[in-house]
């Protein structure tokens, strides 16, 4: 994910709480942008996504279906100020494809799978977002291993996108996501602390990502997910 989100991100987050009236075809869109813009991908709508030739290689900890077609069952919306958004659609199989838009143009596609997620108490989500010990495997770590959920022997190094190059770590970005269902009412509201990292899979030019993030939704419901994605072309989205 997202280079360009590296000066986006530093944009001050005001979201605002957005309510369906019911349910439109565009819910949980940015005002201005419609599933047109969006390769048709819409709430309660089926997508198929094509990574051609990623099974091939060995090192890579992403994998995908090429055959399938997914329901989109919640569509997410990050308002990064300075008319940046991120969308994001959550697939019925445990995986997200979101969108980076600018000045009402999308400049890239990134598919996530929520690699693992480890639910944490309260105690737990404070210690991880704000405490002094600031260990290598912690959010903001200038580099993370990680290893396969397939064969744990596998692993995967990434280094840190965000912040400081330099710095051993650097705090996590927050932002905040109001997400929508086919049942909303009205938006939930999830509070991210997020890092990005990333590293080239071995024998490609093709790069892996992994998103952490300290997630909150304000009723008393904290977990860390990992989620490990890759680049998606448009061309290679067919939502219907």
């Known amino acids: 994910m997202l280079n360009t989100l590296k000066a986006l991100f530093r944009a001050n987050t005001q979201p605002s709480p957005e309510q369906s009236q019911g349910r439109p075809v565009a819910a949980g869109l940015p005002t201005g942008i419609s599933q047109e813009d969006l390769e048709g991908l819409r ?5 198929n996504i094509k990574l051609i030739g990623l099974r091939a290689h060995a090192d890579a900890l992403f994998s995908w279906d090429d055959d399938a077609y997914y329901h989109i069952a919640a569509v997410g919306h990050v308002d990064l100020g300075q008319d940046a958004h991120l969308v994001r659609f959550y697939l019925d199989n445990d995986t997200w494809l979101q969108a980076n838009i600018e000045n009402g143009q999308v ?19 404070d210690k991880m977002i704000n405490g002094d010990d600031k260990t290598s495997d912690r959010i903001g770590a200038q580099a993370i291993t990680l290893a396969s959920t397939a064969d744990e022997t596998r692993t995967g190094t990434f280094q840190r996108v965000w912040g400081d190059t330099e710095s051993l770590w650097s705090p996590p970005v927050i932002f ?29 030019e093709r790069m892996e990502y992994l998103l952490l993030s300290a997630e909150t939704d ?23």
């Open 43 to 47: 709430l309660d709508g089926r997508v």
């Open 107 to 125: 400049l890239e596609y990134k598919l996530f799978d929520f690699y693992r997620v480890a639910h944490l108490s309260d105690a737990e989500f």
């Open 176 to 204: 905040e996501e109001q997400v929508m269902t086919t049942e909303s009412v009205v938006a939930r509201r999830v509070t991210h602390h997020a890092m990005l990292y990333e590293r080239t899979i071995q024998g490609t």
């Open 218 to 240: 304000g009723e008393d419901s904290f977990m860390l997910v990992q989620n490990v994605g890759v680049d998606v072309a448009s061309v290679d989205i067919d939502a219907v």
